[in-house]
């Protein structure tokens, strides 16, 4: 044992990386990272998460599609767009009292953050009508709202923000350039474009992306930095693990590793040390180790319920008990 050490000390075997404060993220600085050892990496991360979180606190959210199917987009994983034979039909924007009975099971559950998911490219003015009561009413009960309704126009931010609106999210879902192998109808810019609306807003930004949709390694360091070098960063960055679903042109895409997964948590958790980490789509084909070791990685966000969106999710009672095995608490 070498004596000048101390006991607990940990020796990185990459040359230094950016502090995790650090605003201008380089996709280099972001794949060196990834290329740390396991361990070292996992430590530097929950590092980092206890400098800003509660190790032991994990946010519970719900999320409810209001209006299903039926989205003229064409991103590749996605089982709602009217392009891909899924099996998923298109639906009539949910009533109001549904979408209140929903949250307030949710609420009963144990969840805090109540998020409403719409296919659309975007909202017309009379859905955003219907959505800014749904807004209001889920908010009177008490929990965080956040929504998720495609592209926004001009001033649509404001109205949603004014309906009480806490979180809008909209996903950068992957690296620029990998982006146009995923999706054709939509543009990077324009993502980005509503993520400036939103910010300009007031509200907060719930942004992130999906992995395993066959990008390389420096292309989920690509859209890391992205994440990253927003300013603000992202006050939520879901992480999903794609799911694949028969019909969709991702539906035979080879997905990555268990360890590639928890990795990109943990450099999620170094880059963006203030932002809720979320584990999201995925967690259903997750075997609790590998869900423990998300959260070991500085993961503080589930989406908690039956399903998400139109793709299941693991059962109310399941998370439960994992919580009691890792002693985690809601927050």
Known sequence: MNQAAAPNAVVFHKKPVPHAEAKNWSV????????????????????????????????????????????????????????????????DLMPLDEVL??????????????????????PKQRDLDEVKQMIAGVKALGLQTCATLGMLKQGMAGEL????????????????????????????????????QVRESGMNVCC????????????????????????????????????KVEGTPLAEQEGID?????RTIAVARITLPRS??????????MPESVQALCFLAGANSIFYGDKLLTTGNPEADRDRQLFEKLDLQPL
């Not at 003229?72 to 099996?87: A, I, K, L, M």
């Not at 949250?103 to 559950?109: D, F, G, S, T």
């Not at 004014?162 to 990077?188: C, F, M, Q, S, V």
């Not at 809720?276 to 084909?285: C, E, I, N």
């Open 208 to 243: 992130g992306g999906i992995v395993g949709m066959g990008e390389t390694r420096e292309e989920r360091a690509g859209l890391l930095a992205q994440l990253a070098n927003l300013d603000p960063q992202p006050e939520s960055v879901p992480i999903n693990n794609l799911v």
């Open 276 to 285: 809720f980490v979320r584990l999201s789509a995925g967690r259903q084909q």
């Open 161 to 196: 923000k004014d309906a009480g609106l806490d979180y809008y999210n909209h996903n950068l879902d992957t690296a620029p350039e990998k982006y146009g192998d995923i999706i054709g109808t939509r543009g990077y810019d324009d993502r980005l474009d509503t993520l400036r």
């Open 28 to 91: 280099e600085a972001v794949a060196e990272l990834f290329a740390l050892p396991f361990n070292d990496l996992l430590f530097m991360a929950q590092t980092v998460h206890r400098e800003h979180f509660d190790a032991s606190k994990v946010q519970l959210s719900t999320l409810l599609s209001i209006k299903t199917g039926g989205c003229p987009e064409d991103c590749g994983y996605c089982p709602q767009s009217v392009r891909y034979d899924t099996g998923v039909t298109s639906q």
């Open 258 to 262: 268990w360890s590639e997964f928890v």
């Open 101 to 122: 009975q929903a949250a307030q099971a949710a609420k009963a559950a144990g969840a805090s953050r109540f998020c409403m998911g719409a296919a659309w490219r975007g």
